[in-house]
C-alpha cells in the first residue's frame, strides 16, 4: 500500500514530539487522556508568546497594571460568580458504549469505541442532555468534608475582581484601567481533544479593562481591534483569522456583547481567544456577597460608579498551538522539499543557532565564543557542530530559528560570519563585532515573505 502523508495536524504533532516542542504526559505509564507536557522548545515557545503578550497589554502602556492571584480562592468566589451553578457544558451518554459527549459540540465528536463514526451514528442511543460542571473539585487541610471543599479556578479573572479594590488603592489609577493576569485555569472538559486546542489543565492571559459605564463601546471597539492585530503583527496570517461577533443566544449570562477572534484550524473555524463586555456584574456581585463596597468614586466629578469591564481572555497553549500551526510550511526547492516554521523572530523558541563549518582549526572555538556573546546579549542561542552544514540548517528551519551563525575560514583570518536567513536562505558576510546589531535589526524590521 502506497504511504499516505500525514494530515496537517498529525505532522505538527509529530513535529512537536520529535523536536521536543509537546511531549504526551506521563507518557512512560501510558499517558492521561489528552494531557500534554512542554519539553524544551515548547517551553520556550510559551514564555515567548507570554512575554509577547505582557510586554504588548502590560509593558507597553501605562493603564495596565499586572496581578497573579491564588489558583485556589475561598469557595464563596465561585459561588458569588456564578461558576458553582452554572458554569457547565450539556453532556450526553450513549447508552451503547457510555462515552460521553458535549451535546453542543456533537458535530465535531468523534465516538472514542468506533473513531469513524459520529456519536449517534452507530446503533448506540444517546441519553438527554444534562448539565456537568466542569469546576475541579478539591479538600483544603486534613479533613475530607463538605465544608472543606475548594474548586481550582476554572479561569483566572475572578482573582482580578477580588482584588479590584486592593489595585484601586494601591496603584493611584483611575478607569478607564486594566488588570492583567497569566496563569493556569483548570476545567474538567467533557471532550478535550485537538491536541492542546482543548485540554483540562491550561494557562490563560486574561485583562479586565475597568471602565466608566459610558465609555464601554469605545473600549469594546478598542480592545477588539487590539486583540487582532495583536496575533497579525506577530505573523500570523490575516486570512486565517476572522472576528466573529456572538449571536444575543450565545450570549453569557454576565454580557452584553462579546466577539470571538477565530482562526481557521485544520480541523475547521476555532475560538482562540474572545473579547467581552462583563458589564458591572462581577463587580456588583462581589460588593453585594462579600459586603465589600467596590464601587468607584471620582474625586473629580464626584460621581459614584461601579466601572464596567472589556475582557479580552485567551489561552496561552492555544495561542502557542496557532503560532506553531499557522507557521509551518512544507516548502518545495529544486530538489527536495524542505519544512519549516515560519516564526516571527520574537516567537521563535531560538533566535540564532551558531555552527563551526567544520569541527577543526579552531572553528567550534571560536563559535561557542561568538554563541557565549550572544547569549550574553539575552539572545536565546543554540549550538551545533554534527553533520553537514545543509543538513544543520534544515534542522532549524524545522524548529523555526530565523537565524544561523557561521564560522568559517574567512572568520579566523578576517573575523567576518556567514549569517543564513530562514526564510530567504540567503547568506550574509556579517563583521563579528557587528553581529548583534545586524541581529537585533534583522528581527525588529521582520516580515512574513508571502
Ligand atoms: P470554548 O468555547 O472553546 O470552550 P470558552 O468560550 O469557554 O471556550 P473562555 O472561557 O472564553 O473560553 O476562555 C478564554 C480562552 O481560554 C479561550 O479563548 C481559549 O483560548 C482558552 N481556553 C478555554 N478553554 C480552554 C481549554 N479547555 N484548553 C485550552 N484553552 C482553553
Redesign the pocket.
Same mark, same amino acid.
Given at each position: 500500500m502506497a504511504k499516505q502523508k500525514p494530515g496537517p495536524m498529525q505532522t505538527i504533532v509529530s513535529l512537536c514530539k520529535r523536536r521536543g516542542f509537546v511531549y504526551p504526559a506521563s507518557e512512560i505509564y501510558g499517558g492521561i487522556g489528552n494531557t500534554y507536557d512542554y519539553g524544551p522548545l515548547g517551553v520556550e515557545l510559551l514564555r515567548r508568546v507570554k512575554d509577547a503578550w505582557w510586554n504588548r497589554t502590560v509593558t507597553a502602556r501605562e493603564d495596565v497594571v499586572g496581578l497573579d492571584s491564588a489558583i485556589i480562592q475561598n469557595p464563596q468566589t465561585w459561588v458569588t460568580s456564578g461558576h458553582v451553578g452554572g458554569f457547565s457544558d450539556p453532556m450526553v451518554d450513549c447508552k451503547l458504549c457510555k462515552s460521553r459527549f458535549r451535546a453542543d459540540k456533537l458535530e465535531d465528536a468523534k465516538c472514542p469505541e468506533k473513531p469513524s463514526k459520529r456519536p449517534g451514528e452507530c446503533a448506540g442511543e444517546l441519553t438527554e442532555p444534562r448539565e456537568f460542571n466542569l469546576m475541579f473539585k478539591t479538600n483544603l487541610g486534613a479533613v475530607e468534608s463538605s465544608s472543606s471543599v475548594a474548586y481550582l479556578r476554572p +479561569?483566572t479573572a475572578q482573582g482580578i475582581f477580588l482584588n479590584f479594590k486592593n489595585v484601586l488603592e494601591s496603584s493611584r489609577l483611575k478607569p478607564p484601567f486594566g488588570i492583567a493576569q497569566i496563569g493556569k485555569s483548570f =476545567?474538567n +472538559?467533557i471532550t478535550?481533544g485537538n491536541f492542546v486546542? =482543548?485540554? =483540562?489543565e491550561?494557562e490563560?492571559a486574561e485583562m479586565e479593562f475597568f471602565v466608566p459605564p459610558a465609555e464601554e463601546a469605545q473600549w469594546y471597539d478598542f480592545w477588539r481591534t487590539e486583540r487582532f492585530n495583536w496575533y497579525t503583527e506577530l505573523g500570523i496570517r490575516s486570512e486565517k483569522l476572522r472576528m466573529r461577533e456572538h449571536e444575543a443566544s450565545e450570549l453569557a449570562h454576565y454580557s452584553t456583547a462579546t466577539a470571538d477572534i477565530e482562526y481557521e484550524y485544520p480541523f475547521g473555524w476555532g +475560538?482562540? +481567544?474572545?473579547v467581552a463586555c462583563r458589564t458591572d456584574f462581577d463587580l456588583k456581585r462581589h460588593s453585594e456577597a462579600s459586603g465589600t463596597d467596590l464601587v468607584y468614586f471620582d474625586p473629580q466629578t464626584k460621581e459614584h460608579y461601579t466601572p464596567y469591564v472589556i475582557e479580552p481572555?485567551?489561552?496561552i497553549? =492555544?495561542m502557542a498551538l496557532t503560532f506553531l500551526i499557522d507557521a509551518y510550511e512544507e516548502e518545495q526547492l529544486e530538489k527536495d522539499t524542505r519544512a519549516v516554521l515560519r516564526f516571527h523572530p520574537e516567537i521563535a523558541p531560538i533566535t540564532c543557532a551558531v555552527f563551526p563549518l567544520v569541527k577543526k582549526e579552531g572553528m567550534p572555538e571560536k563559535a561557542k565564543e561568538i554563541e557565549a556573546s550572544l547569549r550574553r546579549a539575552r539572545m536565546s542561542t543554540f549550538y551545533d557542530e554534527k553533520a553537514a552544514i545543509g543538513k544543520r540548517y534544515r534542522r532549524q528551519d524545522e524548529v523555526g530559528t530565523p537565524y544561523c551563525v557561521t564560522v568559517d575560514g574567512d572568520t579566523l583570518a578576517d573575523d567576518v560570519v556567514t549569517v543564513r536567513e530562514r526564510d530567504s536562505m540567503a547568506q550574509e558576510k556579517v563583521k563579528v563585532s557587528e553581529l548583534q546589531t545586524y541581529l537585533f535589526e534583522k528581527m525588529g524590521s521582520w516580515s512574513r515573505p508571502s
Open positions: +479561569e =476545567r +472538559e478535550p486546542f =482543548r485540554t =483540562r491550561f490563560q +475560538e482562540l +481567544e474572545g481572555a485567551g489561552g497553549n =492555544r
